[in-house]
């Protein structure tokens, strides 16, 4: 009979084939979520440097049933990339921190392959440096690796004009659950050869494969950027605004991104040394951004700007005449996650809906909440160009955490199932992660949960990659628990 192994004789075999820490204070930082509110103990950090050390290490911890948990930048914002708390066994952190080279840049074909834990600044970079363009955009760029972004399906500010990571990726190398490669890296624009593979990985979360590295699509770059910030007397009016702008064909927009009147005053209460450019009581705002690939008039933007100006009852504006003041202006809009986390208890609802719905849902929702839970604040910005709003609540002073944990199951019922009456979506970017397995089973079908059920039966029978993430410990039994 095979003898029981230690943690300690574990990490010793992990330890033959990559780098790895095991220190309670060197692993800390990988245990523990971006937000500070998930914790989970890992019987180790590694830190393989190769594909083929992935893979050694995946065979490895299959053999003595490890489990996985693959973490790239640690940005996710539901917990995905921390192990669980209970019920999780071993789990070993799998950072891919140290394989991020880019392995390739290809102008003439628009491609580049860059490694899972490329930061997605490097790849962009990457990519100006060959005179090209890598679109994603988020406020954790510096931070988040591209094998998060696509484990994630990543969206930000730019899928008005690009799409979602979805749409970004061309191939992947990844690591399955035997320890098998699937070399699929390929840069091609047309391959109908069978299933949609790299479809299946992406957006997945680390529950099914370990991304090694991806081929990623390259676009012209813009020769110029222009951005303003508008105030507008109300949601409805950015609805009004954002389809005035996109019916003008000389106007090519980028992003369009809502942020409420309270984002505002979070960020100028936290960033006190910060001037906002406008009068911060206006209801709405919306940052705009459009981006020429070829030649235009230098004074398109402003034009197209005062020609739906009176329609749309823009109440003020400023626009950037720089990069720095462009910057200045984003900052305004990147800087309400890191707000909302200075600012104490929150919570955070990462919802999309069909862009039409958005006005009604919005004054209906604030209105109920503000009559049902007092001291709620009502941080609501986001994508709103795709459809996709972060409605997000901080407590108010007097409102202590626990009241708002208390509180919490409620307003979420309230939001979900108002979204879902809309056919609207709980998770529009963020991912499900640990924080949301209890909504994906409520929100979901039957038949859409049973087909993720045998998609991941089917690759991780022994459910070693990620547990409790996705689809919980035993697919959908809700033992995680749903939280905001
Ligand atoms: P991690 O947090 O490390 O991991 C996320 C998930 O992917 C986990 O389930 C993990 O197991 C899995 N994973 C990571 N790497 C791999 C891999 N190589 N193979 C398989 N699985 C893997 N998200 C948006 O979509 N849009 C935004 O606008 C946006 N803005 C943000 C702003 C801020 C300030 C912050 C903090 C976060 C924001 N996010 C946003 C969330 C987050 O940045 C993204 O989800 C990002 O894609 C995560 O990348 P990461 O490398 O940090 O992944
Ligand atoms: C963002 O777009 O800034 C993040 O995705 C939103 C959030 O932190 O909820
Ligand atoms: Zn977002």
């Not at 309670?24 to 019987?43: I, M, P, V």
């Not at 005053?265 to 690939?293: K, M, N």
């Not at 007092?374 to 996709?388: A, E, Q, S």
């Not at 007097?398 to 199932?417: C, D, F, M, N, S």
Request: aromatic share 6%; glycine share 10%.
């Amino acid at each position: 009979m095979a003898q029981p192994q230690t943690d300690a004789m574990l990490l010793e075999g992990v330890r033959a084939i990559c780098h790895c820490l095991d220190r309670a204070e060197d692993r800390r930082g990988y245990e523990t979520d971006w937000r500070g509110r998930r914790f989970g103990h890992a019987l180790g950090v590694a830190l393989p440097a190769t594909v083929e050390e992935v893979s050694r290490l995946v065979a490895y911890c299959a053999e003595h049933r490890i489990a996985i948990v693959a973490q790239g930048g640690n940005t996710g914002l539901c917990a995905g990339a921390v192990p669980i708390r209970d019920g999780g066994g071993r789990q070993l952190i799998l950072s891919l921190r140290r394989m991020n080279r880019i392995r390739r840049i290809d102008p003439l074909t628009d491609s580049l392959i860059a490694e899972a834990g490329a930061l997605l600044q490097e790849v962009q970079h990457a990519a100006d440096g060959a005179g090209r363009l890598f679109p994603l955009s988020l406020g954790a760029e510096g931070s988040c690796t591209i094998g998060g972004n696509i484990a994630t399906n990543a969206g930000g500010n730019a899928v008005l004009r690009y799409g979602n990571m979805r749409d970004l990726v061309l191939g992947l190398e990844v690591v399955l659950p035997s320890g098998e490669i699937w070399h699929g890296l390929r840069s091609l624009r047309k391959d109908n050869t069978g299933y949609d593979l790299k479809q299946l990985f992406i957006g997945s979360e680390g529950t099914l494969g370990i991304v090694t590295a991806a081929a990623l699509k390259l676009f012209p770059p813009l020769r110029q950027v222009d951005t303003a910030l508008l105030a507008l007397p109300s949601c409805a009016a950015a609805l009004n605004l954002l389809k005035a702008l996109q019916t003008r064909e000389d106007l090519p927009l980028t992003a369009f991104e809502l942020i409420g009147e309270q984002s505002v005053r979070l960020v100028c209460e936290q960033f006190p040394d910060r001037s906002f450019p406008l009068a911060s009581d206006h209801p709405a705002y919306v940052l705009i951004e459009a981006g020429w690939t070829g030649h235009h008039r230098s004074d398109a933007f402003e034009q197209c700007l005062a020609r739906v100006w009176d329609d749309c009852g823009v109440a003020d504006a400023v626009v950037a005449k720089s990069d720095a003041q462009a910057a200045a202006l984003w900052f305004w809009r990147e800087s309400i996650t890191e707000a909302q986390l200075r600012a104490g208890p929150h919570l955070k609802h990462d919802i999309s809906l069909p862009i039409a719905a958005i006005p009604e849902f919005v004054d209906q929702m604030d209105a109920a909440l503000h009559s049902k839970f007092p001291g709620l604040r009502i941080v609501n910005f986001g994508h709103m160009g795709d459809g996709n709003l972060h409605y997000n609540l901080n407590a108010a002073p007097g409102v202590t955490a626990e009241k708002l944990q208390a509180w919490q199951p409620e307003i979420e019922r309230l939001i979900y199932e108002e979204v879902a009456a809309r056919h609207g979506s709980f998770s529009a970017e963020h991912g499900i992660g640990q924080t949301k397995v209890g909504d994906l089973a409520r929100y979901r079908s039957a038949v859409e949960l049973n087909l993720m059920s045998a998609v991941k039966n089917s690759l991780d029978p022994e459910g070693l990659f990620n547990p409790g993430k996705v689809i919980g410990l035993r697919p959908f039994d809700k033992a995680c628990g749903d939280e905001s």
